[in-house]
């Protein structure tokens, strides 16, 4: 049986920063998704760059249940090399030294940790370059 954890692991945009790039007109999605703007329904597999900067952000300093213990933690959304735009935390970065024009790497890290159950999800992050 297929379990929903695997079908999750199993997920190109997840876990390769895959994105799809429509074969008619060329636009890139990220999330994937089944119609692009201009009607066609045929994608080629994209590979995001991990490189950009971020254009807004945020701090969440009262954070949703199940990520209290990380407040405060930022936000933003990033804007790789190629012009694709991403909504991901910042990591390793201090609130204070959070600014427009930061430029940062999209890194695969842990994202959260489920309870008792203890199944760990992880996902991307930004974190400024050095």
Known sequence: MITPAIVRRNTPHRYRMEAQKCAACGKV???PRLVCTCGSRKFKAYALP???KVITHTVIRTAPRGFGDEAPYCMGIV???DGSRVLCQ???CEPHRLKVGLQVTIEFRKIQEAG???VIAYGYKAVPER
């Open 29 to 31: 999605f990220f999330p």
């Open 50 to 52: 991990s490189e950009g």
């Open 79 to 81: 804007e790789l090399k």
């Open 90 to 92: 910042i990591a390793d």
């Open 116 to 118: 008792e159950s203890g």
